[in-house]
């Protein structure tokens, strides 16, 4: 059996933070908006219920790091293809992509 101290799983995460990182920002820009929403509700719903085992929800892999790094490649797409007007985004044409 192979098991990794601390410091090498903390490294592999940080590794397999940075591909997910890379995977999500590959997605469509709608379709990691709504991923991003339904991680959100998810979370959400699971600590409003209480009933969330706490490694699966805080843990290193956990639904609530998962949902970070969705956010964080969601605003490195938004901040490469998108700009902030008046409180709306809107692409580089100036169309409205989200209310």
Known sequence: MNIMSDSEYQEFRK???LVMIDTYKAMPLEELI?????????????????????DDMYGPAGHVRTLELQ?????????????????RWVNLNGKLVQD
């Open 15 to 17: 590794k397999q933070d």
């Open 34 to 54: 709504q991923l991003v929403d339904e991680s959100s509700s998810f979370v959400q719903g699971q600590l409003e219920w209480g009933g969330f085992d706490h």
């Open 71 to 87: 956010r964080r490649a969601l605003n490195e797409v938004r901040g490469r293809l998108l700009r902030l007007e008046h409180g």
